[in-house]
């Protein structure tokens, strides 16, 4: 299996700007692109992307092209019916499948495995060089995406969602996640929270990748059905205070990592610790302005980390990633 950190995590990607935008794009999935049977296509396949070269929905099939290496199709545009959101008639139905080494080859370094189902805000490039293109235009900070989604999976398997917030110049301003951990028969509600780590910073481009198996041990036949995505858009100004300078080291962190307080020296804090969902994992106490946590047990993910006061007042937040 390749190692690859999570596209969240900061995995090399291309963004593609434009005007900016405050909208997620064919969030029914109602409209897409038929590519026909024939020439480099052995199969025919539809794709929820508007049409080549333009912003809306990645997915692999475009690895179906024999120039790609001929992988399976692996999303499907599927009917609800009836349907249970209004006006939507179509979703999206992710498949889990094993990529052939010639399209690994290709797209491999976008990708953090080789078995992957996959859909993505973005597009996907043929010529002159294939790539993949992830985020599109967005103009506004969120607070959370909502989905809804069906879910079949194989053994074990989990499905996931993310997003990311990014500034023009390709800064991570903050994201959020959400693990899908077992079947859904029917129409469920999912919700993605979005942390920021700072009150500054204009959103430029959004990232949002759905994915039928999570990046651990994904299987092969897992399935997720997507439709009516949208988002709650906020106003995070009052959400942020630094007064307290901290400084997080080394981060990315594998086994441990340090938090260092500038400031008040002999004053007590206390560090909470947030996964990206926003679940609590643990609280530390700070002593003589400095703290180490050991993260040999934590999840290869992003975290968000609460400096406080005794009294609980937030003096600081941030975020850190733990990388194996």
């Known amino acids: 299996m390749k190692k690859a950190s999570t596209l969240l995590l900061g995995a090399a990607l291309i963004f593609c700007f434009s005007a900016a935008q ?19 296509y052995p199969v025919a396949y539809d794709d929820p992307n ?43 139905r992710i498949l889990t499948v094993p990529l052939t080494h010639t399209t690994n080859g290709y797209v491999g370094k976008y990708l953090p495995d080789t078995i992957i189902g996959l859909l993505a805000a973005g597009q996907g490039v043929l010529t002159p060089t294939p790539k993949l293109i992830f985020g599109y235009p967005f103009g506004s900070r969120i607070t959370q995406l909502n989905f809804y989604y069906q879910y079949t999976p194989v053994g074990t398997d989990t499905a996931l969602a993310e997003v990311v ?8 301003l903050g994201g959020g996640i959400k693990t899908i951990l077992t079947a859904a028969n029917s129409w469920t509600q999912g919700v993605v929270n979005i942390n920021y780590d700072s009150a500054t910073g204009a959103v430029d481009t959004i990232d949002v990748i759905f994915s039928s198996s999570g990046w ?48 008040n020296p002999g004053k007590q804090y206390l560090l909470e610790i947030y996964d990206i969902t926003g679940k609590k994992i643990n609280s530390y ?13 934590y999840a290869p993910s992003l975290y968000i980390y609460r400096l406080c006061d005794q009294n609980g007042e937030q003096l600081n937040i941030g975020k850190f990633s733990v990388m194996k």
Do not use: R
Not at 75 to 82: A, G, I, L, M, R
């Open 216 to 263: 651990h041990k994904p299987q092969a036949g897992s399935q997720l059905w997507i439709d009516n995505v949208s988002t709650t858009p906020t106003s995070v100004s009052d959400l942020f205070v630094t007064p307290n300078s901290v400084d997080v080291y080394p981060n990315p962190a594998s086994s441990e990592i340090n938090f260092s307080i500038a400031g």
């Open 285 to 297: 106490p700070v002593n003589n302005n400095f703290a180490t946590i050991n993260t040999s047990t």
């Open 22 to 40: 405050s909208q997620i794009i064919n969030q029914c999935f109602d409209s897409w692109t038929h590519q026909a049977a024939g020439g480099f």
């Open 50 to 92: 508007l049409g080549p070269g333009n912003n809306g929905w990645l997915t692999l099939n475009i690895t179906s092209s024999s120039i790609l290496g001929s992988s399976p199709v692996s999303v499907f545009k599927d009917s609800t019916t009836p349907s249970p959101f209004s006006p939507c008639h179509y979703s999206a």
């Open 165 to 172: 917030m990014k500034s023009h110049y390709g800064h991570s």
